[in-house]
């Protein structure tokens, strides 16, 4: 059992002892975590172990949350983000986040990273009624709020993207051979059933199909699998690390598919960067975010403000790792919501109010993506744009 769900009545708006106006809250109400003076919210996050190239997400929320600190909180409370290394083991996971729940009276958790890490708690804090905000990770059961109420994503799911880019393939390649390599979790397998969705008939040309473990020392077999099935396209899901290792052994196999690659493993940082920038050109991804190695958003407001908070509040941080964007508005997000609570910092009402987003505006979104949500719809972001990585930086589609 899940315990009671929240009424979707209840979801859809905001109760009347909790009317938002922007100025006037109601009587204060705090469930644990919360007091006159401090916020505190949990998560895990993989700061060792082989998706440690994500790591920066949290260490760019907490410098987000000491720069809203140092500006008199919100609305008055200071944020305080405990945040736990699990190793993207999902025991581990389990383990930090009864400790953080149980021990440390954290009000929610918050961007914790991994589908198989997140599925490994998302029971226990929907039985414990503790929101599970804006998972770091796009599979699709973050949207599911009529059996995990108190479970929401923030990206676009990996069934959505998996199917732009396979629409994509099938209108730019028709008839081209298809080799796809995935992470083997629920992850991959998500945006794998998105693509061949998108694919439609054209996925009938996919003529190899392998997947590698996170405990992999190399993808090169794999590689070397799909080169050898004559595909003439390569569909990559993995995270950076074996993006760069997969890009580079393509390269050294003097293969040269067209490379069409998902969001999570496009970061120019952390997976071109080290496979050898001119070694991706031409690639093609799924976009929701500014890539901070674009020039065109040099005279941008939202990308100078950003690359005015990093070199001030996280200067070790990478200024051409998009997973830099993704935790600095992952942060605005979570922002907006305590804002929205104003005094009633209970955990119902915290997800009320992520429920409850209508058109938000993030900085660092492309232009024309926001996030709404409501009791029906826990994933804010839906939109996405076709890029092309021109050798420096992900370069926007025309639509």
């Not at 809203?68 to 389990?94: C, H, M, P, W």
């Not at 232009?367 to 992900?394: C, E, H, V």
Request: proline fraction near 5%; hydrophobic fraction near 40%.
């Amino acid at each position: 059992m899940l315990g009671k769900s929240l009424c979707p009545a209840v979801v859809a708006g905001i109760v009347s002892a909790v009317v938002w106006t922007g100025t006037a809250f109601a009587q204060k109400k705090y469930d644990p975590g919360a007091s006159d003076t401090e916020i505190k919210i949990g998560q895990t996050m993989p700061y060792s172990g082989p998706a440690s190239s994500y790591s920066t997400i949290g260490l760019v929320m907490k410098a987000y949350f000491d720069k809203i600190n140092a500006e008199g909180g919100v609305n008055g409370r200071k944020i305080t983000l405990l945040s736990q290394d699990d190793g993207f083991v999902s025991s581990k996971t389990v383990e930090a986040t009864r400790k953080l729940v149980e021990q440390d009276d954290v009000l929610f958790i918050a961007g914790s990273l991994g589908t198989a890490p997140n599925a490994a708690v998302q029971k226990y804090l929907n039985i414990k009624k503790v929101p599970q905000l804006f998972v770091a990770t796009g599979a699709t059961r973050w949207g599911d709020p009529e059996h995990f109420p108190w479970t929401m994503g923030w990206q676009p799911s990996y069934q959505i993207e998996g199917a732009i880019l396979g629409r994509y393939t099938a209108a730019k390649y028709p008839t081209a051979k298809i080799g796809v390599l995935y992470q083997n979790d629920d992850s991959g397998k998500d945006y794998i059933k998105g693509f061949k969705a998108g694919l439609g008939d054209a996925a009938k040309l996919i003529v190899a199909e392998t997947s590698y473990e996170l405990s992999d020392p190399t993808v090169d077999s794999q590689v070397i699998t799909l080169k050898t099935a004559g595909a003439d396209v390569f569909f990559l899901h993995a995270n950076p690390r074996f993006v760069a290792q997969a890009i580079r052994r393509t390269f050294e196999l003097t293969w040269k598919p067209a490379i069409i690659l998902p969001s999570v493993g496009a970061s120019v940082g952390a997976a071109l960067a080290p496979a050898g920038l001119e070694k991706s050109i031409g690639a093609v991804t799924a976009a929701y975010m500014k890539d901070p190695t674009d020039k065109v958003w040099e005279s941008d407001k939202g990308f100078q403000d950003w690359l005015a908070f990093m070199k001030r509040w996280y200067p070790r941080g990478s200024l051409i790792d998009g997973s830099n964007v993704y935790g600095y508005s992952m942060a605005q997000t979570i922002v907006q919501v305590l804002r929205q609570c104003g005094d009633v910092l209970t955990r119902e009402n915290v997800m009320q109010q992520a429920a409850s987003m209508k058109d938000l505006e993030l900085p660092m979104l492309l232009p024309g993506i926001n996030l709404s949500t409501s009791a029906k719809d826990f994933f804010p972001i839906k939109q996405m744009r076709l890029a092309r990585f021109d050798g420096t930086s992900w370069i926007v589609m025309p639509k």
